[in-house]
Nanobody, 126 residues
Framework: EEQLVESGGGLVQAGASLRLSCAAS????????IAWFRQAPGKQREAVSC????????YYADSVKGRFTFYNDKAERTVYLEMRSLEPDDTAVYYC???????????????????WGQGTQVTVSS
């Protein structure tokens, strides 16, 4: 059974750092695209970061550029999101999503993914 397990969320003060992890298991395909999304209360789900299948570039939402870094450990089927200089607006439930790379046209589109983790809460206080 395909499974994504996130960890690393928590309650921090503005300016702090956190590292989120997403471990994928049970997938038969070796070529997965795994992306980070987030959803704040009352707001739409938005893509945070992922690696574009078409050219291998890393996508970052404008609001996190320069503060967040996406890491991909293919051997361990784990992706990480290193978050620095956290702001109250970063408060959200963070989800990772995965699917076969051949299905993904652009990695920031949430509709491409059939597999989602349970989410991990990140709360940044001012």
């Amino acid at each position: 059974e395909e499974q994504l397990v996130e960890s690393g969320g928590g309650l921090v003060q503005a300016g702090a750092s956190l590292r989120l992890s997403c471990a994928a298991s049970g997938f038969t395909s070796d070529d997965l695209t795994i992306a980070w999304f987030r959803q704040a209360p009352g707001k739409q789900r938005e893509a945070v970061s992922c690696i574009e299948p078409i050219d291998g570039s890393t996508y970052y939402a404008d609001s996190v550029k320069g503060r967040f870094t996406f890491y991909n450990d293919k051997a361990e089927r784990t992706v990480y999101l290193e978050m620095r200089s956290l702001e109250p607006d970063d408060t959200a439930v963070y989800y990772c999503a995965a699917d076969r790379t051949t299905k993904i046209t652009y990695c920031s589109g949430w509709g491409w993914y059939d597999y989602w983790g349970q989410g991990t809460q990140v709360t940044v206080s001012s």
